[in-house]
């Protein structure tokens, strides 16, 4: 189960990842990323209740990182617990999107 | 313990749920019930998405074994021979526009476990995936 939240820090919009990003819901997530990333410069992913992602969900984020550069988008990847930082760290994202500690650190950089 | 799923990406869901309750009862450390779940999560979805070009239904044997402080899960199936440690790895340091995505499935299995092994047997595809844990 993924509980998406929408909410801002400042006048950045942050989604909120709650449970798991896994095969079941990485589409729904794909889905919503695109209606939202159609209105935003820069987005927040708030992960710090994401409990699990698969490469499902990688796949979601990685091609959701190439629409935004191709668009001069920007999405940060925020507040990840340590067993999801590993599977990142593991998929090489480090590179490829913003990773913050907190979710204001990722709405204050431009 | 022991699982059957039908060749059904539904399927996985029961899949978490029964390797959370195993996990609880055999008191798996964290880590090791994560990897566990999600090796499992990518080999399933694998075997799921591309081992049955037929459109019958097909079962997937999940056998999961603790013995002392060591973990091994074993997935059979019959469908198309596939080994997924002939796979190439993904090339995770190439900047994201140069990347294909996919292919990280695999790549985090061999993260996160300590041992793969593929066999064909007959006509079904074994693997093999042992972890184990508290080592010196």
Same mark, same amino acid.
């Given at each position: ?110 | ?15 978490? %749920?029964?390797?959370? +309750? @195993? ?7 964290? $880590?090791?019930?994560?990897?566990? !779940? ?38 059979? %199936?019959?469908?198309? +021979? @596939? ?7 993904? $090339?995770?340091?190439?900047?994201? !526009? ?39």
């Amino acid at each position: 189960m993924l509980e998406i939240t929408e909410g801002k820090e400042g006048q950045v919009t942050v989604l909120g990842l709650k449970g798991r990003l896994d095969v079941g819901s990485s589409k729904t997530l794909g889905d919503r990323l695109l209606k939202v990333m159609e209105a935003e410069t820069k987005l927040v992913l708030d992960l710090s209740e994401l409990d699990y992602i698969s490469s499902s969900g990688l796949q979601v984020l990685l091609l959701a990182a190439i629409r935004a550069k191709d668009s001069n988008r920007s999405i940060v990847l925020a507040s990840m617990k340590p067993q999801v930082k590993q599977i990142l760290d593991y998929a090489g994202f480090a590179g490829v999107f913003q990773l913050t500690a907190s979710v204001e650190q990722a709405a204050g950089n431009p | 313990m022991s699982i059957r799923l039908r060749n059904d990406l539904a399927e996985i869901q029961r899949m978490h %749920d029964a390797v959370t +309750a @195993f996990a609880g009862r055999c008191r798996l450390p964290e $880590e090791v019930r994560l990897a566990l !779940d999600l090796s499992l999560e990518e080999v399933l979805v694998n075997v799921i998405s591309y081992g049955f070009p037929d459109p019958g239904s097909h079962e997937i044997e999940v056998i999961i074994r603790v013995d002392g402080k060591r973990l091994t899960a074993e997935v059979q %199936d019959d469908g198309l +021979a @596939f080994n997924p440690l002939e796979h190439p790895e993904p $090339e995770t340091a190439k900047p994201i !526009d140069e990347r294909p995505v996919g292919g990280l499935g695999i790549h985090l299995i061999r993260q996160l476990m300590e041992r793969i092994e593929y066999h064909r047997r007959g006509e079904k595809n074994v693997l093999v995936m042992d972890k184990s844990w508290d080592r010196p």
